[in-house]
């Protein structure tokens, strides 16, 4: 017995009864929606992760002095010393895999240009700050190393800057007064778009640290150079936390920090700060996953009643194909194929609620979403999975039965 | 002379039910030729049914050894039996077993769908013994929309489709009422004198004197074998 025919037989054997195929199809529906509602928001979490992570900059870490951005800190604010150019110098000369390291001071200040003004927050860093942050300039160029250490007056602009200031006219070249000094603007950033926290990345410009720190940020800090925060790359498949505990163990002796005496200073990567974010979402997925396996279960059982129900209402239809010639691979084939035809029409209904349901879930619950074309493929899979794994039983039982009582059956 | 068609020899079939055992047929032997129209007699309890099972390789004997076409029965495993069953045997039953809601051609295909044909020859083999039958008008009509002469032929254009040597029917007029039962004995005999072996289980006398030949069990064994 072909395939086709089989198939065109199962597909005659669900119509006849068509109420009862839906209702044993619901399980499978239901699963299979769960399935699929799980897989896209768990898969466009984990996306929306991917981007975060790669918008801060991969490898990233991120050195502070005197406060832990986790835990509770001790000595109250200020007391711990800022960290310095020297410091930048030493993890990028002594710790191994360090690719791109650079100081950064930032602050608000108003920026004039012919009738225009707005206020932005200014970050005067190094010129290896933008390959730690992964973020280029898009027309005209970034400040170099030389311009970093005469302090030359030169500012790269964010996007939102650049809308807010120049509107459609082309900024590069223009002189702008930031605070009181004017700068000339030598790049346009790539937009960035917005951060982890919901503010706007493109809301700023950029001066080489040097400059921002004399002209724009002239107070005292007590040490000479200092910096705010240290972003320090690590070199793709380089081992972070070894990395991390290098940094720390360097800026300890650095800080004459006592054995035994807490860290005045923090190393923070934020990659696994996203992650751990993250992992609730995650476990709305798992919790998903659960309710998908339990309804595809419960589905399976719901199948596998009805095709018990199915071959002994049919068991005269069984007799029958046995005394003309069925052998009993052909019986159990036979069912087989009607319990994944019932499974796969449900799989198919199944995956058009699922992606529904998954969007309807993303807009309700604000959540991203990524329905891979993959879904079908996992939709139809699971389903012919339950559908043989549910239905081998009966099927089985139908091949078993002796032709001349299944005959003889009333 | 050639090999009688069917010949069993001390043939014996023993059910178990419960404690104890029942000698359906007991220590039969009989030959039947090919081309010859064969009326099995008796009472219920008798044993027909019984050899009627195993003349059509539904069932093995206990013991004993039963050649049908030249195939040793009892040797054979179940696949092997169905695919005899396939080639060699017709069924015409009393219920008729029709498929519900599939058409008269689709039913009378159906042995073919377990002979390997694909659909088109299939379709045009049915559709020839249809015709055979007298229902070459009504092809596509379902068994509800049938009477019963008309369902009781569908099942035997079933049972021919796959050109069998031997019919066998099994109280074949047991649900027709007497006009219907003449034409389909009529089916019977012209089928027989095209060459066809035909074997009719029956308790009617009448139906039985259509057959050339009436084999009477009782209690398992032959008690009598007219021609």
Same mark, same amino acid.
């Given at each position: 017995m072909n395939l086709m025919s089989a198939i065109s037989v199962a597909l005659l054997a669900l119509r006849v009864n068509l109420l009862r195929s839906v209702l044993a199809m619901l399980g499978i529906i239901i699963g299979v929606s769960a399935v699929i509602a799980m897989v896209s928001v768990t898969e466009g979490a984990k996306r929306a992760m991917e981007e975060r992570i790669a918008s801060f900059g991969a490898n990233l870490l991120v050195i502070r002095p005197g406060s832990s951005a986790f835990g509770g800190r001790r000595?109250?604010? @200020?007391t711990a010393t800022f960290l310095t150019d020297a410091d930048v110098e030493a993890i990028r000369s002594e710790?191994? @895999?360090?690719v791109a390291v650079s100081g950064e001071m930032s602050g608000s200040q108003p920026m004039v240009v012919a009738g225009e003004n707005w206020t932005t927050n200014v970050q005067g860093v190094h010129s290896d700050y933008f390959e730690a942050r992964d973020w280029f300039v898009e027309s005209g160029r970034a400040f170099t190393p030389a311009e970093v250490r005469s302090g030359a007056r030169v500012i790269m602009i964010g996007q939102t800057v650049a809308t807010e200031l120049f509107g459609a006219a082309g900024p590069l070249g223009q002189t702008v007064r930031v605070g009181a000094v004017p700068m000339e603007v030598i790049g346009i950033m790539a937009p960035k778009g917005q951060s982890s926290w919901g503010? !706007? %990345?493109?809301?700023t410009v950029f001066a080489p640290i040097t400059t921002a720190r004399s002209r724009? +940020?002239?107070? %005292? +800090?007590?040490?000479? !150079?200092?910096?705010f925060t240290i972003y320090a790359e690590v070199a793709p498949g380089t081992n972070v936390s070894h990395a991390v505990a290098d940094i720390e163990e360097l800026l300890r002796v650095r800080r004459n920090i006592q054995p035994g005496a807490e860290d005045d200073f923090s190393v923070n990567n934020l990659a696994e700060f996203i992650r751990a974010r993250n992992e609730t979402e995650t476990q709305l997925g798992v919790l998903l996953a659960a309710a998908a396996v339990i309804s595809l279960l419960v589905g399976g059982i719901g199948i596998m009643n009805i095709m018990l129900v199915s071959v002994t209402e049919r068991t005269r239809e069984i007799g029958l194909r046995l005394a003309v010639g069925a052998r009993r691979a052909d019986v159990r084939n036979q069912f087989l194929i009607e319990s994944v035809v019932l499974c796969v029409t449900g799989g198919i209904a199944g995956m058009a609620i699922g992606v529904a349901g998954a969007y309807g879930i993303g807009n309700l619950g604000d959540f991203p979403v990524s329905i891979h074309p993959a879904i079908a493929g996992i939709a139809i899979g699971a389903a012919v999975f339950v559908g043989l794994f549910f239905g081998f039983y009966p099927a089985h039982r139908a091949s078993r039965l002796d032709p001349i009582e299944a005959l003889r059956f009333e | 002379m050639a090999a009688p068609l069917i010949e069993c020899r001390d043939l014996t079939r023993v059910y178990r039910m419960g404690g104890g055992e029942v000698? $359906? #047929?007991?220590?039969v032997s009989l030959t039947i030729d090919e081309g010859e129209y064969v009326a099995i007699m008796g009472a219920s309890g008798s044993g027909k049914s019984t050899f009627m099972n195993l003349l059509g390789a539904l069932d093995r004997p206990t013991s004993g050894s039963l050649k049908v076409a030249g195939e040793a029965?009892?040797?054979?495993?179940p696949d092997q039996l169905a695919a005899f069953r396939n080639r060699t045997i017709g069924f015409v039953f009393q219920q008729f077993n029709l498929l519900a809601r599939t058409s008269a051609e689709d039913n009378a295909a159906l042995p073919l769908i377990y002979s390997g044909l694909k659909g088109a020859e299939r379709r045009e083999r049915a559709r020839a013994r249809l015709q055979q039958v007298g229902l070459g008008e009504r092809m596509d009509h379902h068994p509800s929309q049938l009477s019963g002469g008309q369902q009781q032929r569908v099942a035997i254009a079933r049972a021919l489709v796959n050109n069998p040597r031997i019919l066998l029917a099994d109280e074949?007029?047991? $649900? #027709?009422d007497s006009q219907t039962t003449v034409e389909v004995l009529g089916i019977f005999d012209r089928l027989n004198a095209e060459g066809i072996t035909v074997i009719l289980v029956t308790h009617e006398q009448d139906v039985a004197d259509h057959a050339r030949r009436q084999i009477v069990f009782r209690d398992g064994r032959i008690v009598e074998d007219r021609r």
């Open positions: 000595g109250g604010a @200020g710790i191994p @895999g360090i503010s !706007d %990345q493109d809301d724009l +940020f002239g107070y %005292q +800090f007590g040490v000479r !150079d200092p910096v | 000698r $359906a #047929l007991d220590g029965i009892e040797t054979m495993g074949p007029t047991g $649900a #027709l």
